[in-house]
T-cell receptor
Framework: KAGVTQTPRYLIKTRGQQVTLSCSPI?????VSWYQQTPGQGLQFLFE???????NKGNFPGRFSGRQFSNSRSEMNVSTLELGDSALYLC???????????FGSGTQLSVL | GQQLNQSPQSMFIQEGEDVSMNCTSS?????WLWYKQDPGEGPVLLIA?????ELTSNGRLTAQFGITRKDSFLNISASIPSDVGIYFC????????????FGKGTLLTVNP
């Protein structure tokens, strides 16, 4: 069974631009969560989607948004990029909420 | 919000030694998860714990769900060089709280 797939693997953007990251969950998994990982803050929860509905949201500004499609694939978007948005963005899927998460390899975003 | 204190922050050990790390929470958790992350990759699930007092093994790894439900421990026996990486604990309290809370990680270095 294929794991969680995230694309692209690396991204370089400049301040003010926007970016869209993609995540394909493990087949059969309906819950997709997004995390931001930085050396200083560790893993920070962004949001979680289940059956195309956002179930929970972390403490991030409105510039961070996401969505989930009917096939459970998910995207997250960051608008008006700031230098501090440079991080590894991780997507994780699970069969349902409150189940163990399986992570993708992440998208490394660098904002210049 | 929920906080997880993971210790130690880093460990330097010799190959063959046993390793112990732990996490404590400010609140009760229903689930504890332990992950390992290699550089440039997403965290990989090692062990999942669902019941207070539960002791679960995965090869040379053993993890325990603390009786108070506010802590968890991970032990690695007879360490080998490929054990190098960052180990994270994570937990959630279930119910309407869908997000996992992660510890800051323990960086393990194994000297051959």
């Amino acid at each position: 069974k294929a794991g969680v797939t995230q694309t692209p693997r690396y991204l370089i953007k400049t301040r003010g631009q926007q970016v869209t990251l993609s995540c394909s969950p493990i087949s059969g998994h309906r819950s997709v969560s997004w995390y931001q990982q930085t050396p200083g803050q560790g893993l920070q929860f962004l949001f979680e989607y289940f059956s195309e509905t956002q179930r929970n949201k972390g403490n991030f500004p409105g510039r961070f948004s996401g969505r989930q499609f009917s096939n459970s694939r998910s995207e997250m978007n960051v608008s008006t990029l700031e230098l501090g948005d440079s991080a590894l963005y991780l997507c994780a899927s699970s069969v349902a909420t409150n189940e163990k998460l399986f992570f993708g390899s992440g998208t490394q975003l660098s904002v210049l | 919000g929920q906080q997880l204190n993971q210790s130690p922050q880093s460990m330097f050990i010799q190959e063959g030694e046993d390793v112990s790390m732990n996490c404590t929470s400010s609140s009760i958790f229903n689930t504890w998860l332990w992950y390992k992350q290699d550089p440039g990759e997403g965290p990989v699930l090692l062990i999942a714990l669902y019941k207070a007092g539960e002791l679960t093994s995965n090869g040379r790894l053993t993890a325990q769900f603390g009786i108070t439900r506010k802590d968890s421990f991970l032990n690695i026996s007879a360490s080998i060089p490929s054990d190098v990486g960052i180990y994270f604990c994570a937990g959630h309290s279930g119910g309407s709280n869908y997000k996992l809370t992660f510890g800051k990680g323990t960086l393990l270095t194994v000297n051959p």
